[in-house]
């Protein structure tokens, strides 16, 4: 028995002699990567323009002293372009730190299935990175520094993620509930739109919708923020209306919507809308008091022109062939027959009706006694 342990341990002595070494790479011979931007070729249309952001590491970020590279490199693909790009820096390039992919506006228009592909395969890429439309190119937007930035490249993340700002009409996004949603039967996926401007801010309002391999649509501020209300729940914003000529602005508490499809008679099938909203009155133009019966009008305002806000955004997203809400998602799951469930959706979804109703009520008017 001894003698064999004896031989156990030589032979494992000897294995260690093929193992090949770490190939581990210091901090300082690193150069990390925050955000990729892809966008088309202007010269050749089999190519793609492709941008990298590299983050300089410089000490305390707190000094407000960032350093940072875009490089940019056309190929006709992603895993060339970083090898070109490796030769024109002194560092290993590293991607733990990416945050984010901008799709630039006309290469999302159309098909990023296999760069979406390519970040969810690739070990060192984060899922819970943010992906984006950004107009009008990805190098335009990844260029922008706005003088708010302390680290190079956050400022977008920081926005897009909701860490930094809370906003109603970003419509946040993770990488794999992108790839989720591009491979899910009855639920289209969404990005949020980046747009630069000549001033280097980054304005995010406006939500792209897509089919399952291009941006097809992109919602308008307002829409998006009606989208928001129905997808996401206790959306902080704000709502304004008109009475007697007189500006109003309430600043919602709590939101919820609920839906329901209905299907009971054939031909005349709905979706039908439930919306909750609790809200302070923010702002008044007319100096007097309101009173209960002024309040319960307000209320009926608000309540009736979002219902039929809403319904028009419903309806024309209905338009465009495109499903972001996930109804036949929920058709899907309450329905039995799986071989014929979901084509039984695509031929009711263009027809359904919409039904919303908006529950409003005012918790308070701001007034002190």
């Given amino acids: 028995m001894n003698v064999l342990k004896r031989w156990l341990a030589r032979l494992m002595c000897c294995s260690l002699l093929f193992l090949s070494g770490c190939d581990f790479r210091d901090i300082d011979l690193r150069l990390f990567v925050v955000s990729i931007g892809i966008d088309v070729s202007k010269e050749n249309p089999e190519m793609h323009r492709f941008s990298f952001k590299i983050a300089i590491p410089s000490g305390d970020p707190k000094t407000g002293d960032k350093k940072s590279l875009l490089i940019t490199q056309e190929s006709s693909s992603i895993a060339e372009a970083i090898r070109e790009v490796k030769s024109k820096v002194d560092k290993e390039l590293d991607f733990g730190h990416c945050k984010g992919v901008m799709y630039g506006e006309a290469f999302a228009r159309t098909d990023i299935s296999k760069i979406q592909d390519w970040t969810v395969r690739r070990r060192d890429m984060q899922l819970l990175m943010y992906p984006a439309v950004a107009v009008p190119t990805a190098e335009a937007v990844l260029k922008a520094e706005p003088p708010t930035e302390r680290i190079a490249g956050n400022a977008i993340f920081l926005a897009l993620s909701e860490d930094g700002t809370e906003s109603p009409f970003i419509s946040k996004t993770y990488s794999f509930d992108l790839t989720r949603r591009m491979m899910e039967e009855g639920e289209d996926p969404v990005m949020p739109v980046v747009e630069t401007t000549e001033d280097e801010v980054l304005n995010i309002d406006k939500v792209a919708l897509m089919d399952k391999n291009k941006v097809k ?128 959706w695509e031929s009711l979804y263009p027809h359904v009706k919409f039904n919303v109703s908006v529950n409003f009520k005012i918790k308070s008017t701001g007034y002190k006694r």
């Fill in 217 to 344: 649509f992109i919602l308008s501020p307002d829409e998006t923020r009606l989208y928001n209300l129905l997808d996401l729940r206790n959306l902080s914003t704000n709502f304004g209306t008109k009475i007697d000529g007189q500006l109003l602005e309430v600043n919602t508490d709590r939101t919820r919507a609920r839906y329901k499809i209905v299907t009971d008679k054939r031909g005349e099938e709905t979706i039908d809308y439930k919306i909750r909203i609790t809200a302070t009155l923010e702002e008044k133009e007319d100096p007097a008091q309101l009173d209960p019966r002024d309040l319960h009008k307000i209320e009926a305002q608000f309540s009736k022109e979002l219902s039929q806000a809403v319904k028009k955004m419903l309806e024309k997203v209905q338009k465009t062939g495109l499903d972001p809400l996930g109804f036949g998602l929920r058709y899907g799951g309450t329905h039995w027959n799986n071989r014929t469930e979901m084509e039984e």
